[in-house]
């Protein structure tokens, strides 16, 4: 097989710059029309969408949906003893080994951990992804968190989100006949002003799968991240036991998860009724986005078809 000169990879490149902007996984790379529903997350670095929303897009993908999870950067420094390439090329086969058991697809963009800027290159490349997709639906950080990286994948999208409709923004790639709903993942940051759960979601019929996946991100879950050391490192569970890697999973996040269910029970209890509300031991929320479409209860739960209709409709009596 004849390999491309640098000279025409350049050029390709600079002619048709999206077939180098990542790396995908997954089986639904390309959109079509099934009349199913298309979700895509953005996460800052290649664990944070799968966090975030890891227990919807099984749900989703259950269903038969297609959901993708976008890691804007490569995560290359996001390792105590190791970074670069070598690094990147980790943790992208980490979310894809992810994707697989949660049923999603993948992809990583090829920006480097720690750079990300709201640039104007970066802006189209957000709103050719969300085209591309086909988004009805479109998830981010808020523009406002502890994380450069993850402030600016909310200023992204926040910018992307006019921009996809535009004909003439990025005309390469057709626009989208409507705007998605745009919706904020959780997060416990309060200026200026604290995340508000607009929907919740739970989570407990997929709780397990998500800790499966959530298992496959070794780097950060196993070796502790940007942040870790060699000593609290050795203290995780070794790679010969996966059942106590499981477990140790899963202890960390029955105390998110739970939280998340805890903190945002009143909007449990609006979507699943007081009683099944009430229940939810496991949660994923999400903010809606004062951009983009503004959707309706009957539009949430069209988007979100996770919830029983006849027990919020008799909690909605009761009130």
Same mark, same amino acid.
């Not at 994948?153 to 409507?178: E, H, I, N, R, T």
């Not at 019929?205 to 998500?210: G, I, S």
């Given at each position: 097989?004849?390999?491309?000169? *640098?000279?025409?990879?350049? !050029? ?14 997954? +089986? ?8 199913? !529903? ?56 980490? #979310?894809?080994? +992810? ?15 720690? %750079?990300?800027?709201?640039?104007? &290159? ?34 992204? #999208? *926040? ?15 057709? +626009? ?31 709780? &397990?799968?998500?800790?499966? +996946?959530?298992?496959?991100? %070794? ?26 890697? !499981? %477990? ?30 009430? %229940? ?40």
């Amino acid at each position: 097989m004849k390999t491309l000169s *640098q000279a025409t990879r350049l !050029l390709l490149i600079c002619f048709f710059p999206l077939a180098f902007t990542g790396v995908h996984a997954g +089986a639904d790379d390309q959109p079509h029309d099934d009349g199913k !529903l298309r979700i895509i997350v953005f996460g800052a670095h290649p664990d944070d969408a799968e966090y975030r929303a890891g227990g919807c897009g099984v749900k989703w993908a259950k269903l038969g949906h297609h959901v993708k999870l976008v890691s804007v950067t490569n995560g290359d420094i996001g390792h105590w003893s190791m970074s670069g390439g070598a690094l990147a090329q980790r943790r992208t086969a980490e #979310v894809k080994a +992810a994707a697989k058991i949660l049923g999603t697809t993948s992809e990583v963009l090829d920006i480097h951990d720690g %750079e990300l800027m709201p640039t104007l &290159e970066n802006r189209k490349t957000i709103t050719r992804l969300i085209r591309q997709w086909k988004a009805d639906i479109v998830i981010a950080h808020r523009p406002w968190d502890y994380h450069p990286d993850h402030r600016y994948v909310g200023v992204l #999208v *926040q910018d992307a989100s006019f921009m996809v409709a535009v004909p003439y923004f990025c005309p390469d790639v057709p +626009a989208l006949p409507k705007n998605p709903v745009f919706l904020y993942s959780s997060d416990r940051f309060k200026k200026p002003y604290p995340f508000q759960a607009d929907i919740a979601v739970s989570i407990d019929d997929v709780f &397990e799968t998500k800790v499966k +996946a959530i298992t496959q991100l %070794e780097s950060q879950v196993f070796d502790g991240g940007a942040l870790a050391n060699a000593e609290s490192a050795a203290k995780a569970p070794p790679a010969s036991r996966p059942e106590l890697r !499981l %477990e140790k999973i899963r202890q960390v996040w029955d105390r998110r998860a739970g939280a998340e269910a805890n903190n945002y029970r009143q909007a449990l209890i609006k979507w699943y009724g007081k009683e099944k509300g009430a %229940e939810v031991k496991y949660a994923e929320a999400f903010e809606i986005c004062e951009y983009g479409t503004q959707p309706s209860d009957e539009d949430i739960r069209r988007l979100f078809p996770f919830f029983d209709t006849q027990d919020s409709d008799d909690q909605s009596a009761d009130q």
